[in-house]
């Protein structure tokens, strides 16, 4: 059975930005989707606490074949480290806003994100039929080359929003028509 994955960014939450509202869509067509909360805030939020929690999922059979798993800011690092390493083969991906390297926001933002940095990033290609990548040219938190790389590492399919920010409410976002294609 096809189903998706929502999956929110750093100091986030399942259902903050466009990402309650993707829910809502996704539910309303008659399709399964699954939006985790993630442990998020310095102390709580690493790659090993993440990684338990979504091989749950797995576990349970409910990440396969046919899942699609859409991802905002350090959740597509977070995905794409986590299939690699688990070998784990899905439909689609969808990435907003994706980056992996160290950006130096701030101490509390490299802190969480640290752990879900990785090498061999392109290897995450072996275990997506498909990876769409959103990215902005004037976000605030995640320069548009360090986006443009991550894009150009891994998509199959890259679509630029000029002016969008980082794709989050704060940039307007409390809805993302455009990820509705991909879907």
Do not use: R
């Amino acid at each position: 059975m096809e189903n998706y994955f929502i999956i929110h960014g750093s100091f986030s939450s399942p259902y903050s930005n466009w990402l309650g509202w993707l829910h809502d869509f996704i539910e309303d067509e008659g399709k399964q989707v699954l939006v985790p909360d993630f442990p998020s805030g310095v102390g709580y939020q690493n790659y090993e606490n993440w990684s338990k929690l979504f091989k749950c999922y797995f576990d349970l059979g409910l990440i396969n074949e046919n899942t699609t798993i859409i991802g905002h800011s350090i959740a597509p690092v977070f995905i794409s480290k986590f299939l690699t390493e688990n070998k784990i083969k899905v439909k689609k991906l969808i990435f907003v806003c994706g980056f992996n390297n160290y950006l130096g926001i701030n101490e509390e933002y490299d802190a969480v994100n640290e752990s879900m940095y990785f090498d061999n990033l392109e290897d995450v290609k072996q275990y997506a039929n498909e990876i769409i990548c959103f990215y902005s040219d004037n976000d605030p938190y995640v320069k548009y080359e360090v986006e443009k790389d991550f894009a150009d590492k891994v998509a199959t399919k890259q679509i630029l929003l000029p002016k969008a920010g980082h794709i989050n409410a704060e940039s307007g976002y409390d809805t993302f028509e455009d990820v509705l294609s991909y879907i």
